[in-house]
Each structure stands twice: as C-alpha cells, then as structure tokens.
C-alpha cells in the first residue's frame, strides 16, 4: 500500500523559558493507506508534539512532513489550515464539541467552513451520526451527553469531510473502561469499514488489540514497534 | 448549521451576561440621545417661539441694565415700526418663594400687534385693555398652576416693594409659554407712593417684513447712540440664540458627559467581549485544528460583539424615542405640568441613526481586539495549555 503518511527526521524543540525542550528528534515514519497505528510512550515524551507535526497543527523545527505527495512543513498557514480541513480530521482527548450546538450541528460544522451545500450536509451529519449510534441524539447538546457519546459526536466531526487520515489524541483518556473500548471499536470500524487511516496517540494498553502497528516514543525519539514502518 | 446561527447560539450561551451588557449599551445610548437631542430642542425652542419681525430693544450693557421710559415714545416713531410694546420684569412669586415664572408688566394696547401671530382671543386682549388689573397668563403656566380664567392671583414682587393682586382675563395661546403679562399703568399706580417707575425692561419693535428688521435695528441703535443708556437691538430670534447660547457651556460638559459614558460602556463590553474569547480559546483552537481560516473566525467573534452592541442601541434608542415623545405628549396635554423644557425635547430619527451608528461603533471597537488575538491564537501555544 503507498504511503500516505510521511515523516522524515522530524525534530520539534521549543523554549519553555529559559530551558530548551527537545520534544521530537528524528523521527522518520510512513503510515500506508489504510493503516491504524498507535504511538504509544510514557507521559512527556513527545506523543502529542509529534501528533501534533503528523497532523499540520505544529511546524517542525527541522525534517519533512508530507501527506499525499504534499510537504505540510512548507505549506503557508492559510493553505494548511485549508489541507487540514479537506484531509484531516481530529479526535481530542476532551472531544471538544462546541456546547452551545447540537450534535448535528457539531457533526455540520467543517461542511459549512467546506461550503458544502446545507442540505447535503445536514444528511451526512445525520447519517454519520447513525453510524456512530447516535440516532436520536441528534438534538442534543454535548453537556446531554455522556463522554463516550461526546466522543463518538467528535469521530463523526473529524470524519465528516472524508479526510484523508485521522489524528486521534488520547481519545479514550477521559473515558471509562466500557466506552474506551466502544470507542476503539469504532475507530477500528471505520479503519476497517472506509479504510480511514488512523494514527492515534494513547496511554490505553487495550489500544494494542484494535491496531495494525504500535510505535514506541521515549524521549522524543522512536525506540521500536510492532508491525507498521517506523 | 450557518455562521450567524453559530454567533447567535453563542450569544445565547451566557444569556444572563449578554442581557446585562445590551442593557448596560441601552442604558448609555439612551442617555446619548437624551443629551444629542438638547441642542435640537432648543433650537426647535427658538424657532417655535420667536420670530424675525420683532425686535428686541435693550441696554447695551445687557439685560440687567434697564432703559429709560421715554425711549418707548421715540422707538414708536422710528420709520419701519409698526407696533411697539415694552416688558418691565416683576420678579412676582406666587404663594412660595419656588413658585416662579417670567412676569412683566407691559402695555395692554399692541399685543394684539405685536404678537400678531399667536392669535389670541379678541374678547381677552379686550378685557386685558379694559379691567386695570387684567392678567394674560402662558398655557404652560396655567396648567401648572391650575389657574382659570376669572381667577384673582397675587404675586409678591421680588423687584418692587408691593404685593399685586390679578385677575386672569386670559390665555397667552403657546402651549410651552410660562409667561404672565399685566398691565404696567397698575404696577406704575401701585409705586406712586415710592417714587414712581421712569425705567423699563426692554422695548419690542415689531417691523411688517423680515428684510426691514436690519435697517430699523441700525436706526435703532444710532438713534441712541452716544445717550445716557446707548442700545443694542436684535431680532427676538438671535435674541433667544444669544440667550440660550450662555447654556452652550452646560451644554458641552453635558454632552462630555454623554459621551465619557460611552467611553466607559466601550471598555464593559471590550471586557465582556475578551471574557468571551478567553473562555473559549479550546474551541477556538479546535476550531483552527478542523480547518477554519481566520477570516470567519475574526467575523463571528465580531459579529457577536457587533450584535449585541447593535441591539442594545436599537433598544437604547427606541426607548429614547419612546420615552422623550411621551413627555412631549405629556407635556402638550398638560398631563405633566412640571416637565417645563423637558416637554420640548422631540428626538429626530436622525439622532436615533446617530446613537444606533454609536452603539454599532461601540460593539465593533469592544470586539475588534478580543477578535482579533482569537482568530490569531496559535493553536500549537493554546491546545498545550489544554492538555
């Protein structure tokens, strides 16, 4: 399967006041179509800042990045916040769904920046929402909800634009047990069901038995995995 | 979901803060259109009330300065003149010392021409010339005191040292006038046991066009000149500007005023507006990481601004309106005697474009910096703060 997914000697530092973090170094990876893979790594090592380079969200300080034969790494903001909207989408740990809307309206909102036509994107919102088991929740606010109906709300936002790949950030940390795992299962489902790649950053040990490839991060750099190509 | 939906479910999601600040954007647009409307009011004061073809003849010195008595005899044969009256001020109080309107005592026979166009009651101006202590008396000043006609009043003079007792014969027709006129033959009866009343107030010329006003004033003018009172003479309409021009520095630190709570309104709602953002930079910042662009991010946080500002001038204004034409009504019927002025004050639909045009400014320059730092946050900066 080609690659989708490319990383080249990724490197992230920053200055957190005087000290300089070395969040990410050198990491080079190819996720293929179709892939699910998790970066698991204890607290502090990186996960999030290289999900973060993986998903067009940061800016390495060095290395390439490139989804789809496109460099991100040397995309101008507004063209990869645009690249973002039609071939990524995004899972956060606390869903952040928009409180004031609906479920739908949530699942609506990236069509409606992508000008997609209303009435079309009111039937995909609603049919993703059934998808996900949300069939007359439709109505609902995100406080109406439990986290793992919040989450499956959030899977159905980050796929509703067909993206390319998934960028999922702990999705199951606020969960309980029962919901992590339908979570993953959904995940897994729609990896399995649309072919959606997923690259998924997790703590949640269960997550081993829903992915294709586990890659390990210690200290911003990549130890060893299993299965995929780190 | 659309834009505007967004913004307006956003509004809804603090319903509590949102009413606070449009009320607080009503409350100071109300009040800037109170204070707009004053120079209008009395502007529309001077236009109702005076007019070009009466002359005022006075002290040069200023109103305080009384002229001679036999001014009035020369002034009737100045070429032009086609009636001549005089106002000598009374001072009279009624009852109480807070029960004051403008009372002269003048003459009886060329009211009716001098003040042509007020058409007054024929049989009253013949009872105010036949009945010595005859009283004509302003329909404000009748409302408010509830006065009838027939009815004996006495006024105790603050100027003369006598009490005068009147009877009201009838109404001078303006319904905002407060004035009280009396004959001056019974005042100068009443003080021929002092000494008599050689002195009057101030002189009223009326001249048949407004286009001879200017000639008759210069001949006015050089027919005193270099006497022992010299004169100034000026149509009654610049006479009441000039008048009301000694408010114009009231009138600025009123609308400082004004304007310094609108001031003080803009940083309530710029605070209101960067609580908002502040509250949510993680939406914002996930909003960024699904792919919005700034510009709809910039418009929505302004808009959200913007409409609040927006319908609180709309609110500020519209009770403005309501509330000023009400007193205005009030103040024609007579329902609210003591509105005095107050009753005047008739707000144009251009002042309320003004204070809606205000209020917008106010919520675009509250939302603008909120706004802006939203739709620039870094996403990378705001989601480690998240996490």
Redesign the interface.
Known sequence: MPAVLSARDLHREYHMGAELVRAVRGVSLDVAEGDYLAIVGPSGCGK?TLL?LL?G??RPSAGTVTIRDQRLDQMRD?DL??????H?G?V???F?L????TA??NV???M???KVE?RA?RERARTLLSYVGLDGRHAHRPAQLSGGEQQRVAIA?AVV?DPDLLVA??PTGDLDARSAVEILTLLRELNRAFAKTVVMVTHDPRAERFVDAVVHLDKGVLVNGTGGTP | ???P??VW??L??HPLRTVFTTLSIALSIFLVCAVLTLPGALDAIIERSASNLRITVHHKAGLSYWLPYAYVHKLRSVPGVTAVNHYSWFGGVYDEPKNMFPNFAMDPETVGQVWAEYGFDPIALERFRKIRNAALVGEQTMRKFHFRIGQQVTLRSSVYPVDLTFQIVGVIPRPDSPLFWFNRQYLEEAMERYGGMRMVGWVWLRVARPEDAERVMRTVVDLFRNSEAEVAAETEKSFFASFFSSMQGILRVVLIVGFLVVGAVVLIAANTAAMGVRERI??I??????????R?ILLTLMAESALVALLGGLLGAAAAYGILGALAAAGKTGAMPFLGPLASFRMSPGVAAQGVSIALAVGLVAGIVPAWNGARLN??EA?RR??
């Open positions: 999030s973060n998903g969200i940061d507004a916040t645009r690249f973002r909207l039609y990524l995004f956060f740990q606390r952040y928009m409180p004031a809307l739908l309206e609506e909102l990236p409606a920046e992508a209303k994107r936002r634009t950030d702990e | 979901m659309t834009y939906r967004l479910k956003n809804l999601r993680p939406e910042a996930v909003l960024k990481s699904l792919g919005f662009q700034r709809p996403v990378v989601l998240l996490f």
